[in-house]
């Protein structure tokens, strides 16, 4: 009896343990995945990973798994509806079946519709899909390639915690932030074709010709009347006035002051002596192209000289660049981090399940 109460202690807090891991793993590798698509969309190679605090992902979490409850909503109503028609049978496998290929065709429509939207909650725009039916050959490529993840690290997990193949556990957590990693690389690169897909061009307005001015006028009855003023005639025979001559000052015929012989007491200089010599700059040769070269006294100002260059677009958008991103050397920190998070969540599964098997 007590050692089943201990077994169950031990359940139990492994499982709450599994759970508030969980939401911290959960909510870093959302804040990556979001971080990794947004700079490639906005045509980086390398992802700029910022320093945030904790309270600066949950928003972003939050956001990515409030958006993949909505997709997978209509799968928690489908078991509803079949347990109400008295269907018994065991619906796990069908069910998270039907839950993955929703996600796998739903969540880049309704992640890029959201994220090029007005507000978050626009999960579905007409806009976006007219964008995504002009670049077939991309989605076909995402989707292919996203299966083909999808189905690899579904069939390692099913290994791993269904087949009990406890040993691969590290594997599974490593394939788990590669295929985060990827798939959040192969979405910024459908983010960047869209920005390069060029908006249909609507036809003209015909210019409308400006009507013409239409003048208003207010009559009122109280206003005193204007009166007319008369013009004045000018007189004929009438000659300009004369300018006269006027006698005017001259100068005297002395002869000027001479400067003080003496000088002042002071010791300042007498009036219309030099105070001092003028100095001439020395001659410096000049540079070539007559121009002085710019010497920069700070650090930030030579970065500010130098002209910005944008990003240079990826020669091939879904190759080159993607299946390699999780092992550059940027990004090794946060492929580190996640696979540490994946792996202690996978020895707390792999705990629960032993502790939860019933003994031989």
């Known amino acids: 009896m007590a050692g089943a109460f201990a077994t169950s202690l031990i359940f139990f807090a492994l499982l709450i343990a599994e759970i508030m891991l969980g939401l911290f793993v959960i909510t870093y590798a959302c804040h990556n995945f979001l971080t990794v698509m947004q700079d490639t969309a906005a045509g980086n190679d390398d992802v700029n990973w910022p320093d945030e605090p904790l309270q600066d992902w949950l928003p972003r979490g939050a956001y990515l798994i409030g958006l993949i409850a909505v997709i997978l909503a209509p799968v928690g109503f489908l ?98 932030t590669v295929v985060l990693m990827t798939y959040a690389r192969l979405l910024g690169r459908i983010a960047w074709l869209l920005n390069e897909v060029q908006l249909v061009r609507r036809k003209p307005r015909e210019k409308m010709e400006p009507m013409p001015a239409v003048r208003s006028e207010v009559l009122d009855p109280w206003a005193a009347p204007e009166k007319k003023r008369k013009r004045k005639k000018r007189k004929a025979g009438k000659s300009p006035p004369i300018n006269l001559q006027v006698e005017g000052y001259a100068f005297a015929d002395e002869p000027l002051a001479s400067p003080p012989s003496e000088v002042p007491l002071d010791g300042s200089p007498a009036i219309g002596e030099e105070p001092f010599a003028v100095q001439h700059p020395p001659d410096v040769p000049p540079t070539e192209g007559n121009e002085q070269p710019r010497r920069f006294t700070d650090s930030s100002e030579f970065q500010l000289a130098i002209p910005s260059k944008l990003p240079q677009p990826p020669e091939h958008p879904l190759f080159s660049g993607v299946y390699s991103f999780p092992w550059y050397a940027s990004s090794r920190r946060a492929l580190a981090f996640l696979s540490i998070g994946f792996l202690l969540m996978g020895l707390l599964a792999v705990a629960l399940i032993l502790i939860g098997l019933p003994d031989s």
């Not at 996600?103 to 007409?126: D, E, N, Q, T």
């Not at 996203?146 to 390692?156: C, E, K, P, Q, T």
């Open 79 to 176: 078991r509803v509806v079949l347990k109400s028609r008295g269907v018994t049978d065991d619906l796990t496998l069908p069910l998270l079946a039907t839950g993955v290929v929703l996600f796998w065709l739903a969540f880049p429509v309704c992640l890029l519709s959201s994220l090029s939207g007005s507000s978050r909650l626009f999960i579905l725009r007409s806009k976006v899909l007219v964008q995504l039916l002009r670049i077939p050959g991309a989605m076909l490529i995402l989707y292919l390639v996203s299966a083909v993840l999808f189905a690899a690290f579904l069939g390692l997990a099913y290994l791993t915690f269904l087949n009990a193949s406890f040993l691969l556990v590290p594997v599974t957590a490593v394939a788990a």
